[in-house]
């Protein structure tokens, strides 16, 4: 399954004269589409740094396909991703469907509109303070892989190994997954008026939503961040639609709702986790843009900007919408309500209601464009290092995508589509993600002291990593000592059983016979080619 992890690509498939296939080691090259070669070889010539790699110019090629490859030129992924495309993707993630559809959540474990409200902020300001001491890391550390990398520079590789084992199996494909059913689910309401959408027309609808992402990644950088712009300033004009119709309404005088906010509040420790655990389910994808470190502009200065912009401006949208809502609807209503942007606009917008439901799919396709983009750099920095399959680590020759851990991501998430066990996936998982966003904070904290003089760009107050680090140990902790249930079991065996396969495929560096073979097969067949290795 994994190639050794100590291999770093020294050996590359290339193209002879006589079109077939033999194998060197150093430098190599593939021929792609036009005939010209590309470098594959060491990627660190004489003088020069990661940035200046990043930034080679080569003539030919369209905007959205990018360049083509010319000789001895290093195969890379290259930085087309600027500031405004770095908050929307930030954004574009974060807003998914769940501030349209069931905001409830929150609502139901805290007892309270008061303190539902505070825990939607607090989950904001938490959200700002993680992403603030990623902001470090990532400008620390350039290479794609956000956690992935970090653990490699603290940790070594067994942490990083499982974490890439839990995200790329799990964690990653189960998101893209539910958030391509909440899209499907919407998009097929509105032809079916009567009754029930099918099961089988959601999830046909939906694996099809998964492939036209895809295609869309695969196909250019600059055409997925395109996606990702106007799909995130879609859903930000949904949203101001919300705010300015409940803005109307409270000027009208309906403030009742608003009334005795902190009554039948709920003081339970597990239940405040709980609650925190749904808030910051609406403001996952914090850290997404730290997945794509290496395409960024200048990341020095645009990641931490793009995290200062996006992030608050989340927090402010999810303030003032849950303030439209109640507006409008009482807070049992929000409970029982099962698409409450669509209550809304109902009672709001009259014959155009349609938009509510209309932004929900806009907002939820963005929302998997974003996550599936992140995704595939999650895989393509673990299998550049050895700990999964080496073909998923390669880019396209002229496209400078990483199609094939794209396309892996995608199949896993078609797969969770298909069997239908995704909620329960969610459940089994959800705490594990803070287990690897604590770790995060920890590495920060060890790096303080085992690299002190390393180039910082940008670096936090201490406080900040602490807190959320001891934050993280409550979310992990409180419901499991609250209501300990077999899922948490279960989920930290998971991790566990990743050993299985790194001792003998990463560690000890077994590689079954045929897997050269394999690699070459998707090699030629995807026009992919190996990059330069970050941690050499």
């Not at 907002?363 to 080496?390: I, M, P, Q, V, W």
Request: aromatic share 12%.
């Amino acid at each position: 399954m994994y190639q050794n992890g100590r291999h770093k690509h020294e050996n590359n498939v290339s193209g002879n004269k006589d079109g077939g296939v033999h194998w060197r080691g150093g430098n190599s090259n593939i021929a792609n589409g036009n005939g010209h070669a590309v470098s594959v070889g060491d990627a660190t010539g004489a003088g020069e740094t990661d940035a200046s790699l990043s930034e080679v110019a080569v003539p030919g090629g369209d905007k959205l396909e990018g360049t083509d490859a010319v000789e001895d030129d290093t195969l890379h992924l290259k930085r087309r991703v600027g500031l405004f495309s770095g908050v929307a993707l930030i954004v574009g993630t974060m807003i998914g469907s769940g501030i349209f559809v069931s905001p409830s959540g929150l609502l139901i474990r805290t007892g309270s509109i008061g303190l539902s409200f505070i825990i939607w902020v607090a989950c904001g300001l938490l959200s700002l303070l993680g992403a603030l001491a990623y902001a470090e890391l990532g400008t620390m550390n350039t290479s794609s892989g956000a956690e992935y990398a970090y653990f490699m520079d603290a940790f070594g590789s067994m942490p990083a190994y499982l974490f890439s084992w839990v995200s790329t199996l799990v964690l990653k494909p189960s998101q893209l997954a539910i958030i391509c059913l909440s899209f499907s689910k919407y998009a097929v309401e509105a032809f079916v008026t009567e009754c029930e959408p099918p099961d089988s027309v959601v999830k046909l609808v939906a694996v099809l939503a998964i492939a036209v992402i895809l295609f869309i990644n695969c196909y250019s950088v600059n055409l997925a961040t395109g996606v990702q712009n106007v799909f995130t300033a879609a859903k930000l004009v949904a949203i101001l639609i919300i705010i300015c119709g409940g803005a109307y309404k409270l000027g009208e005088g309906n403030t009742q709702h608003l009334k005795n906010v902190f009554e039948g509040t709920s003081f339970s420790l597990g239940n405040i986790a709980t609650a925190f655990y749904t808030g910051l389910w609406a403001y996952d994808g914090w850290n997404n843009l730290n997945y794509v470190t290496e395409e960024i502009k200048n990341p020095s200065v645009n990641l931490p900007r793009s995290i200062i912009i996006g992030i608050p401006l989340v927090t402010i949208c999810y303030a003032l919408i849950n303030v439209s809502y109640l507006a409008v609807m009482s807070a049992t209503e929000l409970v029982e309500s099962e698409a409450v942007a669509v209550t809304f606009g109902n009672r709001i917008l009259g014959v155009m209601a349609w938009l509510m439901p209309l932004s929900v799919t806009v907002s939820t396709f963005g929302s998997a464009n974003g996550t599936l983009f992140a995704a595939g750099r999650l895989c393509f920095a673990a299998s550049r290092e050895g700990h999964l399959l080496d073909i998923l680590s390669y880019v396209h020759v002229r496209r400078y995508t990483p199609a094939p851990g794209l396309i892996f991501h995608s199949l896993i998430a078609v797969a969770m589509v298909i069997s239908g066990s995704i909620d329960s996936l969610i459940d089994f998982f959800s705490f594990t993600a803070w287990i690897f966003y604590g770790g995060s904070m920890l590495a920060l904290i060890v790096m303080r002291y085992t690299k002190p003089n390393a180039l910082r760009p940008y670096k936090v107050p201490l406080i900040i990593p602490i807190v959320v680090l001891a934050i993280s140990v409550y979310l992990i902790a409180a419901p499991i000592i609250e209501n300990p249930q077999i899922e948490y079991l279960y989920a930290a065996l998971f991790i566990v059983a990743g050993l299985i396969f790194y001792v003998p495929f990463v560690h000890y560096g077994f590689v079954p016979s045929f897997m050269d073979s394999v690699t070459v097969f998707f090699q030629l067949l995807l026009e992919v080619a190996p990059t330069q290795s970050i941690f050499d």
